[in-house]
Nanobody, 125 residues
Framework: QVQVVESGGGLVQAGGSLRLSCAASGRTFSIYAMGWFRQAPGKEREFVAAISWSGGSIYYADSVKGRFTVSRDNVKNTVHLQMNSLKPEDTAVYYC??????????????????WGQGTQVTVSS
């Protein structure tokens, strides 16, 4: 099994920045990719960004492209999501997830096998 734990959420004003972290532990050798999703109240969970475990492939949702950056710390088995120029519409619970099935889509939540508990990000206007 793989365990993932997010950290770094909080309250920030529009235009500000936050950095989320996701620490993976357990059978990390089985991970193909790590993804970030978010879910706002009354809305479905949506894809934000993903990075292959090797770090060679990176994907972003159009809504965050150019503002968010996903990266991986190989030594600490940690994935980061740097969020800049935050907008009120970025307010959501952000989830980190690990994909352990080769060939699964990184854009769909069903493609991930292990999820963190989520961390709240609130952007005030």
């Amino acid at each position: 099994q793989v365990q993932v734990v997010e950290s770094g959420g909080g309250l920030v004003q529009a235009g500000g920045s936050l950095r989320l972290s996701c620490a993976a532990s357990g059978r990390t050798f089985s991970i193909y990719a790590m993804g970030w999703f978010r879910q706002a109240p009354g809305k479905e969970r949506e894809f934000v960004a993903a990075i292959s475990w090797s770090g060679g492939s990176i994907y972003y949702a159009d809504s965050v492209k150019g503002r968010f950056t996903v990266s991986r710390d190989n030594v600490k088995n940690t994935v980061h999501l740097q969020m800049n120029s935050l907008k009120p519409e970025d307010t959501a619970v952000y989830y980190c997830a690990a994909q352990t099935r080769g060939g699964a889509s990184v854009f769909w939540s069903l493609g991930y096998d292990y999820w963190g508990q989520g961390t709240q990000v609130t952007v005030s206007s």
